[in-house]
């Protein structure tokens, strides 16, 4: 069993090797990067299932220690009802709205230091948004959906799957998170330490489970 002095000093050696990489992280810096191009709201259509995917921030450029909100939907963009059979085609892996996954959502977010595109994106490291190791109770996530029926011109929709009778759940398809840092885990010692958003660009992506993708990007300001 690992002594609590022994944890300590392990926790610390890498509390301080994290801090260090993280200030000398090339994608860090904002050089090269216009805060004032950056949006805060950006979509996808996928002429396939007539589903569009949106996502939108708050504020494209926060002080360190500020809150910055993002949020993403799932919207019909034709003008009847559209079944739209489940699939498993998520462009990143690891998109998430919380602790317990996408809970029943075709869709999931992430944040990543520095600043990607859809080109190299899948081979960055996400942040993480929530305290892992840490008790959750989460809503019923139901074993299988085979269907989601998208009320004409909405984000409404009837999700079908394993329940008896159906539908399982009506809802609307959309989640929020809010974040002003992050935590790290080091899951030998089943540890974590939080994090506030240290100067630099982030990107903050949303894919849904058809193979759509949305980038977004803000900068932390000093």
Known sequence: MVSTKAAAAVFLAIAVVASIVFAQDPNNPTNGYNPKSFETSASSTNSATGLMLGLSLNATTIRSGQTVNFSASEYNTLDVTNNVTASNSWPLNGLSLGVCGTVNQPFGMAVFKGYYSKSNISSAERLLPYQPYRLTSCP???SEISQYSFYA?????QIWGSCDPEPCQVRVVSGSTAMN?????FPILELS???TFS???YTVAAGDEWGQLVLLYFVVKP
């Open 140 to 142: 019923m996530i139901l």
């Open 153 to 157: 011109h909405s984000s409404k929709a």
């Open 181 to 185: 840092g992050f935590w790290s885990a």
């Open 193 to 195: 330490s939080r994090w």
């Open 199 to 201: 100067p630099g660009v």
